[in-house]
């Protein structure tokens, strides 16, 4: 998953379709992906393959 470049557009992007997720939910730390993954997918209740191609296609 590439993010490191281009997160803070991913990160608007996601902020409001899920109007929930707040700034900690969408913190990216380098090699955690899977951890942001898994915050992700508790607020949203989808997949982290659904969660991997939605963050993929922004």
Same mark, same amino acid.
């Given at each position: ?24 939910? +969408?913190?990216?730390?380098? #090699? $955690?992906?899977? /951890?942001? &993954?898994? %915050? +992700?997918?508790?607020?949203? #209740? $989808?997949?982290? /393959?659904? &969660?991997? %191609? ?5």
């Amino acid at each position: 998953m590439q993010l490191k470049g281009n997160w803070n557009t991913i990160k608007g992007k996601m902020k409001q379709k899920y109007g929930d997720l707040t700034d900690d939910d +969408l913190t990216y730390v380098e #090699g $955690k992906e899977d /951890e942001l &993954l898994g %915050r +992700l997918q508790k607020k949203t #209740g $989808k997949s982290k /393959e659904e &969660l991997k %191609r939605e963050i993929e296609r922004i």
